[in-house]
């Protein structure tokens, strides 16, 4: 009953997602135990420059498509509204969550942003209209050089959470939390909205997900069997 091909719900299904994803974010990030290596990257950004921490994610979701041009990727609608509505929507999250100050506090904001954000990954990825920036940039790699998945993401990530550590982003527990459970969890949430990346299910074959050209956030993860977390 979560998959359709009629375009008023997929668009639905994707703002939904995307408003749960910042909202997710925000959560992870006043827990203040760590994030993922991207919103690692945006916070030391935005301490650094003293721009929000959204607009942050929505100049580097920016930066990451100018990247897309060389390497000829395409990007959908739902490309665009991932490159500008998660920064938004976690800039509404942090303007509303309080900072946790206990570590009881802080791991359960942290708990409650990753569960969110799993099952925000499942439903925009049922939406089918186009990968986040970030996984575009990794499959765009991956296609020009040929390397494997993980030689590139793992490169891509170690990148951006130094470089936001050094900026300072909040690297922690969370981190690596966050790299070992988002995958798992977005599987299981996958299996609740009956999304079917393979389309192999005759109930969920509806969903429009371009394989291997437009990976979407976690698909390579689910599909390989590697647990990696979504990229955006």
């Known amino acids: 009953m979560f998959t359709t091909q009629n375009l008023p719900v997929r668009l639905v299904r994707l703002l939904a997602g995307l408003f749960l994803y910042g909202i997710a974010i925000s959560l992870m990030i006043r827990g203040n135990i760590g994030a993922s290596p991207w919103d690692v990257f945006a916070q030391g950004t935005s301490r650094t420059t003293g721009i929000s921490f959204g607009l942050c994610t929505i100049i580097i979701s920016g930066i990451v498509l100018l990247f897309w041009i ?7 609608v739902g490309t665009i509204a991932n490159a500008v509505l998660v920064g938004a929507f976690a800039d509404l999250g942090l303007a509303v969550i309080p900072q946790a100050s206990h570590l009881l506090f802080q791991v359960l904001l942290f708990a409650a942003g990753l569960f969110i954000l799993a099952f925000a990954t499942a439903l925009y990825i049922g939406a089918g209209m186009g990968p986040g920036p970030r996984d575009g940039l990794m499959t765009g790699l991956v296609r020009v050089t040929g390397r494997p998945v993980w030689m590139i993401r793992t490169g891509i ?15 922690g527990a ?8 988002v995958g798992p969890l977005t599987q299981v949430t996958l299996k609740w909205l009956q999304v079917d990346l393979h389309g192999k299910s005759s109930r969920t074959h509806m969903v429009d997900v371009d394989v291997p050209a437009a990976i979407q956030p976690g698909e390579e993860a ?11």
């Open 70 to 76: 060389p390497l000829k990727q395409k990007p959908g």
């Open 157 to 171: 990530e170690l990148t951006v959470v130094l470089v936001g550590f050094f900026m300072g982003g909040v690297v």
């Open 174 to 181: 969370g981190t690596a939390a966050f790299a070992l459970g």
């Open 222 to 232: 689910l599909c390989g069997g590697q647990g990696d977390p979504p990229l955006r």
